[in-house]
């Protein structure tokens, strides 16, 4: 079975420090990774994904992410917060021979000027 | 294209009422997936379609829900007799079937339902 744990509900962090948002998958065979992002009254949005080529995955508004699978995790990053990245976060799961995508339970970004 | 459009984007109706939502997908993708979404979760993979073909269905989608995609092009999702653990947010999102764009869900902005 897939699943994908995202670590922290609520993440906050002051406007110019660094972001991180966690996220570990469960899968039994190599799988496609995701996050996406979803602003208040919007859909969700995708900010990068990765599909077993490069392991480091750049994305969108500066956000990137690593696939490292002995430590089955793909946690996000952003070197510096803006107030605008405040919104929701989730991690995605995907294998390869599938076509169900199962997301996380999301973390809340909050920023602070 | 204008991308993934719900409609309603909020309804509200009293418990035991029918209820459908209507999603018109990006027109070259030919698939189609259906999510719920609740406060603090992440969405729950409802069915999806594969051009008029509902190829999986999650064991969350009751008898009371029914999905059809007709011509393969739009979808609609419809709950009989609605209860008020069926309040959500009913999520769609397309895709490609082959290809870099099998791997990108494009999601509409979804449809709230409240059942009072």
């Known amino acids: 079975a897939q699943s994908v744990t995202q670590l922290g509900s609520h993440v906050s962090v002051s406007e110019g420090a660094l972001v991180l948002l966690r996220c570990n998958y469960s899968s039994s065979v190599p799988p496609y990774l995701f996050w996406y992002v979803q602003y208040p009254n919007q859909g969700l949005q995708l900010l990068l994904k990765y599909t077993s080529a490069a392991t480091l995955v750049k994305g969108i508004n500066g956000f990137e992410a690593e696939f490292k699978k002995s430590e089955t995790s793909f946690h996000l990053t952003k070197p510096s917060a803006h107030m605008s990245d405040a919104a929701e976060y989730f991690c995605a799961v995907r294998i390869y021979t599938g076509n169900q995508f199962y997301f996380g339970t999301g973390t809340s970004l909050t920023v602070i000027p | 294209d204008t991308g993934v459009s719900q409609d309603p984007r909020h309804k509200i109706t009293k418990r035991g009422q029918n209820v459908t939502f209507r999603c018109d997908p990006i027109?070259?993708?030919?698939?189609l997936y259906w999510y719920r979404q609740t406060l603090g979760q992440g969405p729950e993979f409802l069915t999806y379609f594969q051009n008029e073909a509902q190829l999986e269905k999650s064991r969350l989608l009751s008898d009371r829900f029914s999905a059809e995609r007709p011509k393969g092009s739009f979808s609609t999702l419809e709950i009989q007799r609605t209860e008020q653990g069926d309040s959500a947010m009913y999520l769609c999102a397309s895709s490609l079937e082959r290809g870099p764009g099998a791997n990108v869900l494009t999601f509409g902005a979804g449809s709230r339902l409240t059942v009072l």
């Open positions: 027109s070259e993708h030919n698939r």
